[in-house]
């Protein structure tokens, strides 16, 4: 039942002196739990987002420099989503559309880490795709109704997470029950109390214990690949893709195996799993034993229980409601949808238009059936962005254009601007080094003529070359420290201070080369 070694085991002599404790069966114990500890009932969303629009810019200050324009129409939109929530009328409140948003700007200027950020502030849904994805020939390309498919996905996973948070304090008392009960069965522990035991459990002295418990308590709460998932996926541009991209009533990969969705859904579903199984997870006899050391146990314990504390059907209502009302999907490259000459003049449009007109449908408002249940799109937030170097937004489809109101420019970033972006942003690129060579023992100083050398060679680099943004600073780090954290290892308990004649000197055959794209991405 129970394998540990006697040197493993903690001193049964203070054990014996020890008054009994009344057993966790009673008063507090795994049964009580279970009763008393019913299916939480829908639990509210997270607190509605009030920050006004000047918290929002500031908090985007923390990492991202510049933009002040993009940075004050994101906050509106954001803080607009607030007062929708807040009207009284619920009519009024349903014709209430967000403003969508349009941020047009060189690469590496921002575009997606403002989005990202935004979404990670503010709590709400969020998924990233790329607008080309959309417009390839035949089976490689998705439908464009695969970005609600993973907004949705995005934000039950979102749910999930924060709804195990608010039961996790349960799940571990009984976790830490369900480990006293099988130490309890271990012949040498007769003269062992429970709350000795616990003790024991809580300063981790049996963490190397072993300990025999259900296998099916110990089952990892992870999505399994269905068993047809690489058949179609392969024909839906990779891997798991699913066919048709996500779209209704085509065959993907979901948590549970094998899923369609349509009319007769849950038939169809029922016979799937019956015939291929659940998904390619290998499943567990009921009674089936298995032995493991108590400190991989009880995380795996604690993620059982806080999933059976979880009500299901609350966790996707939940998730749905947040996709509708707070969910923001970010379309880059949108300028990638824009149908150039050649296409015209050759007779073969692609899909480009195709897409233009697919997006317009879920801008407007439409209803996309999913796995948490039916989405409506109407009050989604839709940011795109794109560079718009070989085409302007104006060449977007007008009704297309009429569903982004808000248009940003993003300026590129100057000198100045990576000076701030390598001092003042959070976790900025020079505290990342500086940390990264202290798990060597390498003490990594960055002086204020090196940061701004740093900064004039990346600077340089984009006007000369193709100008990749804040990006060609970490280009310029890698190669500025690449001979450091080659020996790093070497140079235990030393100092390096990066100053201007050293950052010249690594970097001099690169600012001297004619056809500086060899050497710099």
């Not at 607190?47 to 990492?63: G, M, W």
């Not at 970490?474 to 450091?484: C, I, R």
Request: glycine letters at 8%.
């Amino acid at each position: 039942m129970l394998s540990a070694s006697p040197a493993c085991l903690p001193p049964l002599a203070a054990a014996a002196t020890r008054v009994a404790a009344p057993r966790l069966g009673v008063g507090v114990g795994v049964r009580q739990l279970s009763t008393s500890h019913a299916h939480p009932q829908l639990m509210p969303a997270p607190k509605d987002f009030n920050r006004t629009p000047d918290e929002i810019v500031a908090e985007l200050n923390k990492h991202i420099i510049a933009q002040d324009d993009a940075k004050r129409s994101l906050a509106i939109a954001l803080r607009d989503r607030w007062r929708r929530q807040s009207l009284q009328n619920d009519d009024l409140r349903k014709e209430v559309t967000p403003n969508n948003i349009l941020l047009i700007g060189p690469s590496g200027c921002g575009k997606t880490e403002l989005a990202k950020r935004l979404a990670a502030f503010a709590g709400a849904p969020f998924v990233k795709v790329v607008a080309t994805r959309y417009t390839e020939v035949g089976f490689v390309g998705d439908d464009t109704v695969s970005m609600v498919h993973e907004l949705a996905e995005q934000s039950y996973m979102d749910e999930k997470r924060r709804m195990k948070d608010l039961v996790m304090d349960q799940a571990k008392t009984r976790a830490k029950n369900e480990l006293i009960k099988a130490i309890m069965k271990n012949p040498l522990s007769d003269t062992w109390t429970e709350s000795l035991i616990s003790e024991y459990l809580d300063d981790g002295r049996l963490n190397e214990m072993e300990v025999e418990l259900d296998a099916e308590l110990l089952t990892r709460d992870e999505p399994q690949k269905s068993p047809l998932a690489d058949i179609f996926g392969n024909m839906a541009g990779g891997p798991g893709g699913g066919m048709g991209g996500g779209r209704p009533g085509g065959i993907s990969a979901v948590p549970i195996g094998v899923s369609v969705q349509g009319p007769n859904a849950s038939d169809i579903n029922s016979k799937l799993e019956d015939l291929f199984g659940t998904g390619g997870r290998k499943s567990k006899k009921k009674g089936e034993k298995k032995k493991v050391k108590v400190a991989e146990a009880r995380p795996l314990l604690e993620d059982h229980y806080a999933n059976e504390l979880i009500n299901e059907e609350d966790l996707t209502e939940n998730a749905r409601v947040a996709a509708e009302q707070r969910g923001i999907i970010f379309i880059d490259e949108f300028d990638k949808l824009i149908t150039d000459k050649q296409e015209n003049e050759g007779g073969y449009k692609g899909k480009r238009k195709g897409v233009q007109k697919e997006l317009l449908t879920l801008m407007e408002g439409t209803t996309v059936s999913t796995k948490i249940g039916r989405l409506r799109t109407d009050h989604v937030l839709f940011v795109a962005s794109g560079a718009f170097t070989q085409s302007k937004p104006t060449d977007i489809m007008p009704e297309l254009q009429g569903r982004l109101p808000i248009r940003c420019e993003l300026k590129p970033l100057t000198e100045a601007d990576f000076i701030k972006i390598l001092k003042e942003t959070r976790y900025n690129l020079l505290m990342q080094q500086e940390a990264l060579l202290a798990t060597e023992g390498v003490s990594l100083k960055f002086s204020d003529d090196g940061i701004n050398e740093i900064a004039k060679i990346a600077h340089t680099l984009n006007t000369e070359t193709a100008n990749v943004g804040a990006r060609r600073l970490k280009t310029v780090m890698a190669k500025l420290l690449e001979d450091l954290k080659f020996d790093a290892h070497k140079m235990t308990g030393k100092t390096v201070e990066v100053t201007a004649d050293m950052v010249k000197e690594k970097l001099a055959t690169m600012t001297k080369q004619s056809d500086l794209s060899k050497y710099i991405i």
